[in-house]
RNA sequence: GGUCUGGUAGUUCAGUUGGUUAGAAUGCCGGCCUGUCACGCCGGAGGUCGCGAGUUCGAGUCUCGUCCAGACCGCCA
């Protein structure tokens, strides 16, 4: 037996008691004839006691234990002569009678503490080191739990939990897919799944008419601090559902969540906003709405100046930030500045500040007279005090452009606060997307996601005004997760995948199980996924979800601990009849 | 594919206009220390300035290339 408690548990009740600990030893500190020596797991930290003058041998073999030796010691809990308020186990100590290392260690490249020195380099390299710090393990505990209370609230609520496959098939639509090769299917191909999305479809025509799984997903685009090339996801699916249903379910959930993890409560139902909302009066289809500063368009309020930026331009919006009048020329250079960087790409930026005396100042007083400042400031709802922020130009690309600048104004005025939570679903999503290069329509959601009902008489006249019955969660302007009800007659699939362009042959031939599973009574189905990694990177306060996760990739999606992706042998490469090609 | 930032001691960083032997803190090693808990005090070791070219009398510093890491844009149904 290497323990009797951990390292995180004793207290003043347990002294007089001998206890047998194991751990890592965290710290030594020798003040000649004593020695203290922290052992710590994930428990807990623990002082240790060696007093030369009782035991002078055993003294000396604690004096000389390195940092992160594992060790295993017997010892009689005391009380501490001075005690330490700081830590749980701060009113006792173990005066220790015997010492065993059970391993050595070299010293590690950083320390293992709350606040490391080390790097996120060389923390990604010795992985399981950092894992050891209280942080990370805190973290993982976060996720472990988060997956209990999932299981439970959606077990009782009469899901079952069913596996997918990982080595499916290969589909032209979405991200890139990850690719495995077949041994047995000579020259043929596996691909890992980007979300379990058919298999759970298929389940709905089986009958299962609640499933859910906590499960990888496996894209190989490009890597952001919120993306990883495998991520997990909450999958769940319903059938004989309306979208309301569903959104009841998982609004339920993302609750139920909070309070059992957090012990937040969320007053009343989570709002629903239409994408078209959502683009109008935030410039995005994920809002962070913790704070106002809502857009306001302009194009019509501004016309005809003379101003030609303004003349020209398709559209005219800005925000108010509030109490912001005072902005010095210098702050309002860093903006123009922030707004005009190429991620950003507007061409310039146009304020009227509204000054606390009530008169107006704007950088483009040549073409507007106070009276039509005067205007701006009634239309944008701005008080004295208060700042006017102006973009124009393309209606998209402006949308966006305001977007990151309401998002900067948030940031600098401190109104986006991590212990806040506001949650909305984001609705009606367009169904399709024109893409200008490849000349075709491309679904915004996936092929199988069902229009509204109403809108699907325009299949056939106008396929890029029909919505979608989608919907997204959408928390603190991170995209929790989202979903939709499905399309679950065959004829509509078929006239979607029609107008995604994909020829008969070319849908039977990628869809044909599903299209054929949808001739044997598949009933009306919907369902979510939710970005596991992301929500608890949201619950922990992280700003990347890679410490939610025990093992990330970097941003290359490589492992740099284990030195992945890397080169096969020659015997594999011919067993899988793979040539490799120089690159170009 | 692109933009930006960084790479100097085990680690985190500083390093002026290009100029003597590249510094600090921390960690590590040795010594002292019986109530520390960021222990304290004294001493010591520790450097391919990412790599390769170039400019120069002289490069950590300037230029080009390259590799690595991070953030972002494109991309991510």
């Known amino acids: 037996m290497y323990r009797t408690h951990t390292c995180g548990e004793l207290r003043a009740e347990n002294i007089g008691t001998e206890v047998k600990l194991s751990g890592w030893v965290q710290k030594t500190r020798e003040l000649g004839g004593m020695t203290f020596v922290d052992i710590r797991d994930r428990y807990g930290i623990t002082q240790l006691v060696f007093d ?17 030796y594992v060790i295993n010691i017997v010892g009689d809990v005391i009380e501490r002569e001075s005690k330490n308020k700081n830590i749980p186990t701060g009113e006792i100590e173990i005066l220790v009678k015997q010492l065993i290392v059970l391993n050595e260690s070299e010293t590690p490249p950083f320390t293992i503490e709350d606040e490391t020195d080390g790097g996120d380099e060389l923390r990604m390299k010795y992985r399981y080191l950092d894992l050891r710090r209280s942080p990370l393990q805190k973290s993982l505990k976060l996720r472990h739990d988060m997956g209990i209370a999932i299981r439970n609230y959606l077990h009782k609520q009469g899901f079952y939990e069913i596996e997918t496959p990982y080595l ?11 690719v495995v090769p077949s041994r047995m299917n000579e020259n043929q191909f596996y691909a890992l799944p980007q979300s379990p999305q058919t298999f759970k479809q298929l389940l709905m025509v089986a ?21 990883q090339p495998e991520f997990t996801q909450i999958d769940c699916e319903m059938a004989f559902v309306e979208r309301d249903d569903i959104l009841n379910v998982f609004e339920g959930l993302t609750k139920y969540l909070f309070k059992e993890v957090k012990g937040f409560e969320f007053e009343g139902d989570f709002q629903k906003m ?13 809002p962070d709405i913790r704070f106002d500063m809502k857009f306001v368009e302009l194009t019509k309020t501004v016309a005809n100046s003379g101003f030609v930026v303004f003349d020209s331009a398709e559209y005219v919006a800005g925000i108010t930030a509030k109490g912001c009048s005072e902005y010095t020329r210098k702050q309002l250079d860093a903006l123009t500045d922030f707004v005009k960087k190429p991620q950003i790409g507007a061409q310039g930026l146009v304020y009227c500040k509204y000054n606390e005396d009530g008169t107006l100042k704007s950088s483009v007083d040549k073409f507007f007279d106070a009276d039509a400042l005067k205007q701006w400031a009634e239309v944008m709802n701005a008080e004295p005090g208060d700042l006017m922020l102006i973009l124009a130009g393309n209606k998209k690309k402006t949308q966006s452009a305001l977007c990151e600048l309401r998002l900067e104004m948030g940031k600098q005025l401190g109104l986006m606060n991590r212990n806040t939570f506001a949650p909305l679903w984001v609705v009606d999503f367009p169904l399709l997307e024109w893409n200008e290069d490849s000349k075709r329509f491309f679904a915004m959601h996936h092929p199988f996601t069902s229009p509204k009902p109403d809108d699907l008489h325009y299949f056939d006249s106008e396929p890029g005004r029909m919505k979608a019955n989608a919907y997204d969660l959408v928390i603190n302007g991170v995209e929790i997760g989202g979903g939709s009800i499905r399309i679950h007659d065959k004829d509509i699939q078929s006239k979607m995948f029609d107008t995604l362009g994909f020829s008969k042959e070319e849908a039977n031939d990628q869809f044909g199980f599903l299209m054929n599973a949808f001739k044997y009574g598949a009933p009306p189905h919907g369902g979510v996924a939710f970005g596991f990694d992301r929500l608890v990177s949201l619950f922990a ?23 992945s992706p890397s080169f096969i042998a020659k015997e594999q490469l011919d067993e899988l009849n793979i040539q490799l090609k120089a690159k170009q």
Request: proline share 4%; with cysteine.
């Open 52 to 68: 030369d003058s009782k035991n002078a041998q055993l003294a000396e073999n604690a004096a000389n234990l390195g940092r992160e």
């Open 207 to 227: 009958g299962y008419d609640k499933y859910f799984q906590i499960v990888k997903c496996f894209r190989d685009e490009d890597l952001r601090a919120d993306r």
């Open 168 to 178: 499916i098939k290969s589909t032209p639509e979405g991200a890139r897919d990850f």
């Open 274 to 286: 239409p994408y078209d909302t959502a683009m109008e009066l935030y410039g995005s289809d994920k």
């Open 541 to 563: 306060g992280f700003d990347s979800i890679r410490d939610t996760i025990a093992f990330p990739k970097n941003n290359s999606g490589r492992d740099v601990m284990i030195d």
